[in-house]
Structures are given as structure tokens and as C-alpha cells.
T-cell receptor, first 116, second 111 residues
Framework: EPEVTQTPSHQVTQMGQEVILRCVPI?????FYWYRQILGQKVEFLVS????????KSEIFDDQFSVERPDGSNFTLKIRSTKLEDSAMYFC??????????????FGPGTRLTVL | RKEVEQDPGPFNVPEGATVAFNCTYS??????FFWYRQDCRKEPKLLMS???SGNEDGRFTAQLNRASQYISLLIRDSKLSDSATYLC????????????FGTGTRLQVTL
């Protein structure tokens, strides 16, 4: 069964450093997403991406964040200057073609980001 | 009022029991509804979409009540492997791509 994959599984970084989280969405999917989950809290939407541009973003997704699809398979989330409060599990998700409102999203295993 | 509200539990049930979870959502303009399950420190996994007519998948039945703005999940004949956190998920009104998650209801199935 096709899966979303993410690398690395765990990233430790110093405050102020840049990090890039990588995802390979399911191959025939066209919509890509990033979510985050701070330990003990709910999953929160960050951004959605379609046709090489951001389609929606949340208030969390400020200028420190950016997304890119550098090639035909990878989808990345960059955090320019990490803060302590960026420590969380970051999930990538993807969904196939738009089917009304029922865009079933499939999640990758996540990257645990720890900012020291 | 929270956008998506769930009883955090935990629900402790014996194997074979039937258990039901409810979830309420605040915005009547929401259009799509899902149940995901999440194991400890793992990713959310789609369990089922919830349609207006209700739907069933094996031991799992989901219902939607738009008038009261609640969604339910019924699990029959619980298995040990059903132990997880069940997340109620609703689309943000006006968009299909932004999902709003509840905090989840924890289920522990015991022998």
C-alpha cells in the first residue's frame, strides 16, 4: 500500500538554526500538507500546497516557514530560524484529486523536531 | 467554544464490549467529517469518512447529525488492538484542505 514517507524521523537543532523537513507524498496525489503536533496537544494545520503554490496557510505559518516542491517527488518544510516553541512532531500529508469537500488526507510517520 | 470538542476519556472497556464516542463541532458550515486513530507518538491514520447518511466499515459505524452538530463513532466487539486515541476531524468551513482536529478520545481495551 502506498505511503507518505518523511525524513529525518528525529531532528535536533539549536535555537536560531534553519531546518528542512522532507516528505515524499503518495505518488499520484496532487495535494500536500504540513501539520504539527506539540507534545500532549492536538494536531494543527500549517499549510496546504497544490499546483506548485500554497493554497492555504494558518496563522502559525508565519514568515519563518516556507514550503517547496523542489522536484517531482519531494515536498519540504523549511523553518528559517527555529525557536524553542517550534519543538513538535511535524506531519506531512497528501491527498489525491479534489473530490468536493471529502479530501481524504493520508499522513506520514512524522519528524520529531527538538529545538534546544 | 472549541471548534471540535471531544471527551478526552480514557474509556476503559473489556474486550468484546461496544463503545461509543461523540464529538461536537462549532461551525455549522463545515462540510466534511472524519475519524482518525492515533497510536502513541505515531501519525493519525484515517479510520473513516463520515457521510450524512452514516456509514459502516466492519465493526465501526459512524453517524453524523448536522442539526445538532455532532458526529459519533461506534466500535463493536472491541479488540485489544483498538486501543488508541480516536480523533474527530472536521474541515474548516469554506475549504477542503484545512482540517481541524479534536484533542482526541483515548480508548483502552483490556482483557
Amino acid at each position: 500500500e502506498p505511503e507518505v514517507t518523511q525524513t529525518p524521523s528525529h531532528q535536533v537543532t539549536q535555537m536560531g538554526q534553519e531546518v528542512i523537513l522532507r516528505c515524499v507524498p503518495i505518488s499520484n496525489h496532487l495535494y500536500f500538507y504540513w501539520y504539527r503536533q506539540i507534545l500532549g496537544q492536538k494536531v494543527e494545520f500549517l499549510v496546504s500546497f497544490y499546483n506548485n503554490e500554497i493554497s492555504e496557510k494558518s496563522e502559525i505559518f508565519d514568515d519563518q516557514f516556507s514550503v517547496e516542491r523542489p522536484d517531482g517527488s519531494n515536498f519540504t518544510l523549511k523553518i528559517r530560524s527555529t525557536k524553542l516553541e517550534d519543538s513538535a512532531m511535524y506531519f506531512c500529508a497528501s491527498s489525491e484529486a479534489y473530490r468536493g469537500y471529502y479530501n481524504e488526507q493520508f499522513f506520514g510517520p512524522g519528524t520529531r523536531l527538538t529545538v534546544l | 467554544r472549541k471548534e471540535v470538542e471531544q471527551d478526552p476519556g480514557p474509556f476503559n472497556v473489556p474486550e468484546g464490549a461496544t463503545v461509543a464516542f461523540n464529538c461536537t463541532y462549532s461551525n455549522s458550515a463545515s462540510q466534511s467529517f472524519f475519524w482518525y486513530r492515533q497510536d502513541c507518538r505515531k501519525e493519525p491514520k484515517l479510520l473513516m469518512s463520515v457521510y450524512s447518511s452514516g456509514n459502516e466499515d466492519g465493526r465501526f459505524t459512524a453517524q453524523l447529525n448536522r442539526a445538532s452538530q455532532y458526529i459519533s463513532l461506534l466500535i463493536r466487539d472491541s479488540k485489544l488492538s483498538d486501543s488508541a486515541t480516536y480523533l474527530c476531524v472536521v474541515n474548516h468551513p469554506g475549504t477542503a484542505s484545512k482540517l481541524t482536529f479534536g484533542t482526541g478520545t483515548r480508548l483502552q481495551v483490556t482483557l
